[in-house]
């Protein structure tokens, strides 16, 4: 059929067309389903918005997306039909039908998403089937290639190329120590970070508070070049942009097959060009993961290092409360900065770090065995990873002062004396998030007792940091109820 | 956060916010997440949409949908957060892992549906969750109830209330013709049906051809009122509107699990009152479902009905080719009329809508048992039937003429001497669809031969009617390459 077409005037991240719901119900075009937009030789497929009011039966109205690739003007006439649906559904269908999937087959899945050619539902529906079918290691390892080569790579010249990932959700940032002390060794370290899906701070939100994140591949191989490391956030930078949407999926329903968590990360390491990674698996009670899923994943983790011949470690750590004192983007990267300053260990931070930074030094060939430890506590001390983060936050166009306080701040204090039995990661971090974090930089918690400490009643056990009265009185509520500190 | 309002002028069927894309990054929103957008007391939960360019960092545009129910002028400030996700979100979660689900959790998740809190990629991980885990006979029956209870009812006073249902896919129309029939013997028949989705022609399709049958349930009230039985859309209904939701997200994918089936059949049928079902279930090689499957879903829909107390057969036949020679819209109900005016047998089509018409009238007691075959005939042959057709139509404001034929005709001359030996119905079912249907009313196929009849070379098989001709050049490609009608 031929519609005129309005302009819409609205940038959606996917081309949409509307369409008069007279029309759509005619034609049995449903919301969610697509159109095949054409004008002379120029086609764009659309997914289909129903309207009634905003425009009229033989009309069209179409997103920025559309009026730019066809060169649309207001008042055109264009051909319009449904659409024939993706190549990937019946590869969607034979995958929820718990069929095993080849390169070729996966990589069109991934491609059709990274070209928005599949609709969220139609991701939905992919996701379920990984979930409830699960993935064999080859078909992970066809999904981690897939997703490599449908998106840009980095890549560097330089050799030795380390990286770490930490299966999250613990507050407290190791990384820009970690990182330090790495680049400072020699290394080369060119880590992308996520920001804050469900905790009160990502890596990439914690760095924003002293420095920018968001870099082009050019600019962020330039910071490498200066100072051996970045530390930028991974989300616009198109490295594995099919594993992108797909985690905007997954989030709807908290949803993280082992499968896909496992090609997520790999990807990601592989588009930087990683050939040295540690994988930190904190497991616990309060953790993502209990010990026997966290020696699931490192089986799965190495065995997937292998086909892909990088050396890869985890770090399987037993870990019951945050790492740090304080939780909040700017109250964390504080405690950074005082530990990389020699100005306090910040609790756990510090011995964790070097933990992992120990680790990263061994496997890269940087210590000997069981060296790596002692080596990075020297960079440590020295000074020399504090010069090296000050040389990274620089070329990230940052610096270190400029840590403020929030506007409000609250004492808790403990109601009884005894000792702090449990502490509730969930709840800090639900507590963190109502105070405002991650939007609100320097909105938090600082802990001030830790797991098997002495108490004494009316002593501070928490302060709370938040920019609005309202959203403190919800946080301290939710504390009341939850009572995420457990003393006895 | 507050933001400045401005309108998008768009009524998208459900409320949708746009956000700017900064402001989106900032505050961790998504496309397809929800926001909680209050003013004073008023607030309403909205997908998010995140553009660029149409809109400023402190500002959301709204859909219709939002400014009308919170009385918004343009440039009011509201408040804007992250909605907490609906309650049944870890109930998918649940379904997800494979766990039974009660009334009051399916219940959540109908309601959730109907109240557009669900986005469809949550529904479409429900419906993958239910393709994958199965549900058992009581998860069913409480689905049934919760789609019933989320819905309107036809809410009739009339005691015998028959309805009749086919598991689709093979052209040809007997609805009209068994209504008539019942309805003539005084039998109660409110038939709702649906549009063609994967079909050439649904009923409702057809009857569109000449009458309406898109109205308010008032209206059909009268309707059945005064003619005993009403051929409706049932699409805009609101009967159950949980169900025509999962439908439209089921298709995305072609799924259909058995479960979900069941339950809309049976929600359906419960929601306008039927006390006497039939359900008609087509099997065979292009049929739906093979033996088997029919068999399975008969024992399923006969413990349904006990649970719902009402009188239920299936009529299993073994279907190898369409019912009547016209398929599409036009030629279907030319069909059917000329089958009530004693003018033709239209193929199989009177054989098949006696057949199921008998049954009823023995299922409810009209007819004694092994006489309703009998009692079927002698109410089509009388004419009562086609005077209760004609009254219906009336109702529903028809006529009988009108139907011309498709502007372009064209003959298909079998290539060679032989026997029909296979009708590829979904192959004559994509041709039909190409041609036009059902979009496009007049255009189709008449089938001169069928199963096992002689044809000679040069002999007419098909007639093919069309309103374009680009798309009968399509059509006549696709026919020459999956040669529907394998002659032997």
């Given at each position: 059929?031929q519609l ?7 940038s959606a991240?996917r081309?949409?067309a509307?369409?008069h719901k007279?029309?759509?119900?005619k034609?049995?075009?449903h919301?969610?389903?697509r159109v ?6 120029h086609?764009i497929?659309?997914v ?6 905003m425009?009229?039966?033989d009309?069209i ?6 009026s730019?690739?066809?060169s ?5 006439m ?6 024939t ?16 999937l080849?390169y070729?087959e996966?990589?069109k899945?991934?491609q059709d998403?990274v ?6 539902s139609?991701?939905?529906y ?12 080859k078909?992970i ?5 897939a ?14 190329i380390?990286?770490?990932h930490?299966i ?5 940032r190791t990384?820009?120590?970690v ?5 400072a ?12 899906i469900t ?13 920018k994140?968001d870099?082009?591949?050019p ?16 989300g ?7 594993d992108?949407?797909?985690?905007q ?5 908290n ?5 896909q ?6 990807s990601k390491k592989l588009?930087?060009?990683?050939k040295?990674?540690?994988i930190?698996?904190p ?11 966290a ?7 190495k065995?997937l ?7 890869l470690e985890c770090?399987l750590?037993?870990t019951k409360?945050p ?21 306090s260990?910040g ?7 070097l933990?992992l930074a ?7 060939g ?12 020297k960079?440590?001390d ?9 040389q990274?936050?620089l070329?990230?166009?940052?610096k ?7 506007k409000?701040k ?18 800090i971090?639900?507590l ?12 938090g918690?600082?802990?001030?007792k830790h797991l ?10 928490l302060t709370?940091?938040?920019e609005?009265s309202?959203?403190?009185?919800g946080a ?5 109820q939850?009572n995420?500190?457990?003393?006895k």
């Amino acid at each position: 059929m031929q519609l005129k077409v309005k302009f819409l005037k609205l940038s959606a991240g996917r081309p949409v067309a509307v369409l008069h719901k007279k029309l759509a119900v005619k034609s049995s075009m449903h919301v969610d389903e697509r159109v095949l937009i054409r004008k002379n030789s120029h086609k764009i497929v659309a997914v289909v918005d129903i309207a009634v009011g905003m425009l009229k039966e033989d009309e069209i109205a179409v997103s920025t997306e559309i009026s730019q690739q066809l060169s649309l003007k207001e008042g055109e006439m264009v051909y319009v039909e449904p659409a024939t649906s993706p190549q990937s559904i019946p590869l969607i269908s034979k995958k929820l039908k718990c069929k095993t999937l080849n390169y070729q087959e996966i990589k069109k899945i991934m491609q059709d998403i990274v070209e928005n050619a599949l609709t969220e539902s139609e991701i939905a529906y992919f996701i379920s089937a990984v979930y409830r079918c699960g993935m064999s290691m080859k078909e992970i390892e066809e999904m981690v290639r897939a997703i490599v080569d449908t998106g840009k790579k980095l890549n560097l010249k330089q050799k030795l190329i380390a990286d770490k990932h930490s299966i999250g959700g613990i507050p407290g940032r190791t990384t820009p120590i970690v990182v330090s002390i790495c680049a400072a060794a020699g290394l080369t370290f060119p880590k992308t970070s996520s920001r804050a899906i469900t905790s009160p701070s990502g890596t990439a939100d914690a760095l924003e508070v002293i420095c920018k994140v968001d870099f082009t591949i050019p600019e962020i191989k330039k910071i490498i070049n200066k100072t051996n490391a970045c530390m930028v956030w991974g989300g616009s930078l198109g490295l594995a942009p099919a594993d992108d949407k797909i985690i905007q999926v997954e989030r709807l329903m908290n949803l993280d097959p082992d499968a896909q968590l496992l090609a997520s990360i790999m990807s990601k390491k592989l588009a930087v060009g990683s050939k040295y990674i540690l994988i930190e698996i904190p497991y616990g009670k309060h953790a993502k993961v209990n010990k026997k899923q966290a020696l699931n994943l490192e089986k799965k983790f190495k065995l997937l290092a292998k086909r892909f011949n990088v050396k890869l470690e985890c770090a399987l750590i037993e870990t019951k409360e945050p790492l740090s004192n304080g939780i909040g983007p700017a109250l964390e990267i504080k405690e950074v900065i005082s530990v990389l300053k020699r100005e306090s260990s910040g609790f756990m931070l510090e011995e964790r770090a070097l933990v992992l930074a120990g680790k990263i030094l061994e496997l890269t060939g940087k210590a000997k065995s069981k060296k790596g430890l002692q080596m990075a506590k020297k960079i440590l001390d020295s000074g020399e990873a504090l010069n090296k983060f000050k040389q990274i936050i620089l070329a990230q166009k940052g610096k270190l002062n400029g840590l403020r306080e929030a506007k409000i701040k609250k004492q808790i204090l403990s109601q009884k004396s005894g000792e702090v039995k449990e502490i509730n990661i969930k709840s800090i971090n639900t507590l963190a998030r109502l105070l405002g974090c991650p939007a609100d930089k320097f909105a938090g918690i600082y802990l001030h007792k830790h797991l098997k400490e002495k108490v004494k009643k009316g002593e501070k056990i928490l302060t709370l940091y938040s920019e609005s009265s309202s959203e403190l009185d919800g946080a301290i509520k939710f504390y009341n109820q939850s009572n995420p500190i457990t003393i006895k």
